[in-house]
């Protein structure tokens, strides 16, 4: 049997619906950490540590809430992951009025990359896991 996978409109919805929820997320939790921030005085090398776990935290829900069809994981996971990064850098660019690009921000960019290959690959598992027990 030859099975070939196809990508249609649905795909491309679970792309962008994952980079949403990852982007809104992101937003979310590092306004709240800034609050946080503001009040507890935090230094500044946990900052770095623990924005990056935000952003982790964000591309890995946005991909396990957002794909619904359990098809095409790796490559869904990496487009949004793609986006996501694209994304985040654009907006917080804006936000901080600066558009730099340092080594920091490409190593942090393919963590993230690598991070949403493998969440696309685990939530299109989990989706086909629910689906066959239906």
Not at 98 to 118: C, G, H, P, Q
């Amino acid at each position: 049997m030859d099975k070939k996978l196809k990508f249609d409109k649905s795909d491309l919805i679970d792309i962008v619906k994952s980079s949403l929820i990852a982007i809104v997320s992101s937003l979310v939790l590092i306004l709240v950490f800034a609050m946080i921030v503001k009040f507890a005085g935090i230094e500044d090398n946990y900052i770095v540590v623990i924005n990056m776990i935000i952003k982790s935290l964000s591309v890995v829900l946005g991909i396990l809430f957002g794909i619904k069809q359990a098809k095409l994981g790796a490559i869904k996971g990496l487009v949004s992951g793609l986006l996501f990064v694209l994304l985040s850098y654009i907006l917080f660019a804006i936000i901080n009025l600066d558009a730099k690009i340092d080594v920091m921000m490409l190593i942090d960019s393919a963590i993230l990359i690598a991070e949403s290959l493998i969440a696309g690959i685990i939530a299109v598992n989990i989706k086909d896991r629910k689906d066959n027990h239906r």
